[in-house]
């Protein structure tokens, strides 16, 4: 166990919806970052958030957008869905975001658009 | 261009036997981090080992250990003692100091543990 936790873990939804999913980062940790992974794309890097604000960009798509709250937990926003958007989507946490910075994953949430 | 390369997409070990998955990466920058993590079929990113590019030992944890020729560009995951919950996708992945908020990870390398 990591000590990052996502919900949901499994979400189906159909086309043109919108989902949140949730993220809670390890205990101490500041950084939060979020991945997709689809089987054609591999692991990508969406955003990540340090201490509330937004700090990198990826290949987040518009219609997608996070937050990082207070408490530092973070939720990742997929709003208008498509079909291709199915994929398995990581929240991982670490201490600030050094070169040496370790990420550690939660367990993901399989999102399944219909 | 690909910032990491994992040239076998897939490999097969025998069980209690030595498997060596190969990475190697492409970087300008004189610092950077490289890490494996391990994806079991459960789905779950598993953090194996870390390797800094000022390091000069080789990292170890446990049976896994990590061949970094920096000359060559190449931090090879060799795992001794293959055991059949080994079986995963491995990843490896870097980070440097210039782009320190962003980790690349590469396309990843599928191992099979065989009895």
């Known amino acids: 166990d990591s000590g990052v936790t996502q919900t949901p873990k499994h979400l189906i939804t159909a086309t043109g919806q919108r989902v949140t999913l949730r993220c809670s980062p390890r205990?101490?940790?500041?950084?939060v970052y979020w991945y997709q992974q689809s089987l054609d794309q591999g692991l990508q890097f969406l955003i990540q958030?340090?201490?509330?604000?937004?700090?990198a960009k990826g290949n987040i798509l518009e219609r997608f957008s996070a937050q990082q709250f207070p408490d530092l937990h973070s939720e990742l926003n997929l709003s208008s869905l498509e079909l291709g958007d199915s994929a398995l989507y990581f929240c991982?946490?670490?201490?600030?975001?050094?070169?040496?910075?370790?990420?550690?994953f939660g367990p993901g949430t399989r999102l399944t658009v219909l | 261009a690909q910032k990491i390369t994992q040239t076998q997409p897939g490999m097969f070990v025998q069980e209690k036997e030595a498997v060596t998955l190969d990475c190697t990466y492409d970087?300008?920058?004189?610092?950077?981090?490289l890490f494996w993590y391990k994806q079991p079929s459960s789905g779950e990113m598993i953090f194996l080992i870390y390797?800094?590019?000022?390091?000069?030992q080789n990292a170890t944890e446990g049976r896994y250990s990590l061949n970094f020729q920096k000359a060559r560009k190449s931090a090879n995951l060799v795992i001794s003692a293959s055991q059949l919950g080994d079986s995963a996708m491995y990843f490896c992945?870097?980070?440097?100091?210039?782009?320190?908020?962003?980790?690349?990870f590469g396309p990843g390398t599928s191992l099979s543990v065989i009895p």
């Open positions: 992945a870097m980070r440097e100091k210039t782009s320190y908020d962003k980790v690349i």
């Open positions: 390797q800094g590019s000022y390091d000069q």
């Open positions: 958030y340090y201490n509330g604000e937004e700090r």
């Open positions: 991982a946490s670490s201490v600030e975001g050094g070169v040496a910075d370790t990420q550690y």
């Open positions: 970087t300008s920058d004189p610092s950077y981090g």
């Open positions: 205990s101490g940790d500041l950084s």
